[in-house]
């Protein structure tokens, strides 16, 4: 056997060890943080916030207040809202923390505070150096029936409650020097969500560990997946991964609403990394391969959540950083239980997946048209 293989996964383990210290390191200094604040499903936009006898009842109210370093401490409570709007979310964060002063959200112990979409998102993130830990982020999927969500999908304009991501890290909006980096997302159960599970969307620096994610995508008319990453935006060239998926319980996601571009169910799958690679000048720009390749302004992909709006986009930096997914177990997804595609530099290590692909005739862990 050859060793090439075998030395490629230590020298990756050691990046991965650096990356880890510096993330624990960064982590640990943004614990001194300037302030607590608090909010339940008791509380009242009224009160100043910072005990929990004076607690907020909104999470964006707390978001207004919020500066890098602070930690918000969240209560027992059902925090829902009714904007479907475009980018409308539970909790919409905007404002980055700093590298030695994260931004914590963080179900307080004990609670079990739980985001309900009715818009685009549970909770978004369009800002940098946050961690989204302790919540139950649940849609409306048992609401809903399929011939609804059918008849949707044939309409020009989407409704969003037939496509609700749980938690969603958006960067398409954002400029090329600005998209979200450094964000965690653990020890939250993401259920339910007629869309994504948990999906990142131009963005670098993500770890999500320590989750369930199960019963999402069913309804979205854009092909969701549990865990998605699509178009990694490198931040840096810091060594190590730059994306780690580990520890995760991800079962029964799937599609039941054929993809708009295509007519086809496609996708739903349990994990899916998805196009780090700059456009091809001939091929699949799906996994399904039963989409043809345009340039890459103009790809729309099996992950979209909403066309985004402004002015065109810019050129996506080549993916050269690493990504890690160990330790998972996933199971009974419509798609594959791992799915890479288009991606390169990956290390997937010690994952069960079992009866997957029962939608979408994809292989149990498919390194779909990938490299390294």
């Known amino acids: 056997m050859s060793l090439l293989p075998v030395r490629r996964l230590a020298l990756a383990g050691a990046r991965g060890r650096v990356l880890a210290g510096a993330l624990c390191a960064a982590l640990l200094a943004g614990t001194a943080h300037a302030r607590d604040w608090f909010v339940s499903g008791g509380g009242n936009d009224a009160h100043d916030g910072s005990r929990p006898e004076a607690a907020l009842r909104t999470l964006q109210k707390a978001h207004a207040m919020v500066q890098p370093g602070d930690v918000v401490w969240v209560g027992d409570g059902l925090y829902t809202h009714t904007d479907r709007s475009d980018g409308g979310a539970v909790l919409n964060i905007t404002r980055s923390g700093w590298a030695d002063a994260w931004i ?26 946050q961690v989204i830990e302790g ?17 949707d999908a044939r309409k020009p304009k989407p409704d969003a409650g037939f496509n609700s991501n749980g938690i969603l890290i958006e960067g398409r909006r954002s400029a090329a020097d600005n998209k979200p980096h450094h964000i965690v997302v653990r020890h939250c159960v993401v259920a339910k969500n007629p869309g994504d599970g948990i999906t990142a969307l131009e963005a670098d620096h993500v770890t999500i560990e320590d989750n369930l994610v199960f019963d999402n995508a069913w309804f979205m008319r854009y092909a ?35 993809w708009e571009r295509t007519g086809k169910l496609s996708d739903g799958n349990g994990i899916l990394l998805d196009v780090t690679d700059l456009a091809p000048t001939g091929g699949a ?24 709006a402004g002015t065109a986009k810019a050129q996506r ?3 050269t950083a690493r990504s890690l997914i160990a330790n998972n177990l996933s ?16 290390d997937i290590v010690n994952n069960t997946t079992y009866w997957n692909g029962s939608i979408v005739d994809c292989e149990e862990l498919f390194a779909n048209r990938s490299d390294d």
């Not at 549990?226 to 994306?243: C, M, R």
């Not at 199971?331 to 990956?346: C, L, M, P, Q, Y």
């Open 104 to 129: 914590s959200w963080k179900a307080r112990p004990g609670h079990r505070p739980e985001v309900r979409a009715m818009g685009w998102a549970g909770i978004q993130v369009s800002a940098s150096y």
């Open 224 to 258: 969701g997946s549990g865990i998605t990453l699509l178009n990694n935006w490198q931040h840096d060239p810091a060594p190590g991964y730059h994306v780690v998926i580990q520890r995760k319980r991800v079962w029964n996601n799937k599609t039941l609403v054929p």
């Open 135 to 151: 919540f139950h982020v649940i849609g409306n999927n048992d609401s809903i029936a399929l011939v609804r969500a059918l008849e």
């Open 317 to 319: 930096p080549a993916w």
């Open 331 to 346: 199971a009974f997804n419509g798609g594959s239980g791992i799915h890479t595609f288009r991606t390169a530099h990956v």
């Open 285 to 308: 720009t799906n996994p399904n391969a039963d989409a043809a390749t345009k340039p890459e302004s103009a790809v729309a992909t099996a992950a979209e959540v909403t066309p985004p």
